[in-house]
Structure formats: structure tokens, C-alpha cells
T-cell receptor
């Protein structure tokens, strides 16, 4: 069964600090991996997408990495802001399927 | 901001009532989905559709039903609401973009059954 595991489950950091969120998956055959940001009470919004051939992709202060061999991805947030407080969800798609597998998310709280 | 809309945003209803959660998208996407999400938990797929007149049940057993008569519209109906249906319901649609499937989510409907 396809699975996506995220760690840590929750994280509290001070404003201005960096942090890294982890995602391990067993989805196969792999198509792509997305990181979504979900603000409380809202729907998820896509941050980045990684395909098999991509190792690193940046979107502003967000940088995602992918190691397709070890089936691991990370999302690094630089110089965190209060508005970064949200749940970050790793979503992995299987090749040929329109039904992605969602992780449970990492809840990030940024304190002033 | 994605062009996918859910109404109502919040709903409190009594047990046994019939309700319909609305979802519309103006992006012309064929694929649409309904997810259920409890606070702090992952999204669970309850229904999906590959196009008009196509509906399928997802991984999570649900007492709800859906219909897809028009491409842009994918309503979810609960015939008889129960307190166990209290949750957030998220609607999404997807397209095949460069690199794979991208899902666009609505704002969600937070349902409370009392």
C-alpha cells in the first residue's frame, strides 16, 4: 500500500529561524511529489512540485529537495515569518494514477 | 488563487437532516475530488470523478453520495446527517500540468452535526 510519512508531526520555531520538514514515501511507480501549505480552516495550496529527475526546487523562501533513490523529500523554510504558521503536507502521485497519496502533514508554528 | 468554490463555508445542522455541500470550479478540469479532514489529521478521499457522469468511492467509507451532471459542478449530499459526520470537507479539481497532476482545493466546508 502506498504510504507517505512526514516528520516531525509538529514544530515550533522563533520568527527568523530556519527549519526543515521531512517526507518519506513508498509510492511506486513514482510520478511526482508536491508540498502543499494549508492554513487553518483553508484548503491546501501547492508550494512546489518535484519530478523524478529533479533534486532541488525553490519557491521564494521555500526549498524542496528530492532523493528518488531513498524515496525522501525535505522542505526547507528560510528566515521564517509568522505567516508561515500552517500545516505542510507532502503529497506523492503514482505514475498513471489521478489519486495522489497524502501525508498527515507537519504543523508548523512560528512564534514572534 | 484557484477558481474552485465551496459553499457553505460553515454549517451547523441537526441530526437526521439532509444536506448538500456545493463545489464548483471554472477551470474546466475533468477530475474532481471530495476529501474529509478532521482537525490535525490527514485528508481522506471519499469520492472522486473523472468527468461527467463518472463517480467513484474513495478509500474512506462514507455515507454521502455525489453527482457529476456538469463538468464544473460536483455536489456532495448527506441524506441523514449524524454527529459522526462532523468534519471539514474539502473539494478539489485537478489538471495534468508539466511534471504531473496538480490539485486545486476549495476553501472547505466545516460541518457540525448536533
Amino acid at each position: 500500500k502506498n504510504q507517505v510519512e512526514q516528520s516531525p508531526q509538529s514544530l515550533i520555531i522563533l520568527e527568523g529561524k530556519n527549519c526543515t520538514l521531512q517526507c518519506n514515501y513508498t509510492v511506486s511507480p513514482f510520478s511526482n511529489l508536491r508540498w502543499y501549505k494549508q492554513d487553518t480552516g483553508r484548503g491546501p495550496v501547492s508550494l512546489t512540485i518535484m519530478t523524478f529527475s529533479e533534486n532541488t526546487k525553490s519557491n521564494g523562501r521555500y526549498t524542496a529537495t528530492l532523493d528518488a533513490d531513498t524515496k525522501q523529500s525535505s522542505l526547507h523554510i528560510t528566515a521564517s515569518q509568522l505567516s508561515d504558521s500552517a500545516s505542510y503536507i507532502c503529497v506523492v502521485s503514482e505514475r498513471g494514477s489521478y489519486i495522489p497519496t497524502f501525508g498527515r502533514g507537519t504543523s508548523l508554528i512560528v512564534h514572534p | 488563487e484557484a477558481d474552485i468554490y465551496q459553499t457553505p463555508r460553515y454549517l451547523v445542522i441537526g441530526t437526521g437532516k439532509k444536506i448538500t455541500l456545493e463545489c464548483s470550479q471554472t477551470m474546466g478540469h475533468d477530475k474532481m475530488y471530495w476529501y474529509q479532514q478532521d482537525p490535525g489529521m490527514e485528508l481522506h478521499l471519499i469520492h472522486y470523478s473523472y468527468g461527467v457522469n463518472s463517480t467513484e468511492k474513495g478509500d474512506l467509507s462514507s455515507e454521502s453520495t455525489v453527482s457529476r451532471i456538469r463538468t464544473e459542478h460536483f455536489p456532495l449530499t448527506l441524506e441523514s446527517a449524524r454527529p459522526s459526520h462532523t468534519s471539514q470537507y474539502l473539494c478539489a479539481s485537478s489538471e495534468r500540468s508539466k511534471g504531473g497532476i496538480e490539485a486545486f482545493f476549495g476553501q472547505g466546508t466545516r460541518l457540525t452535526v448536533v
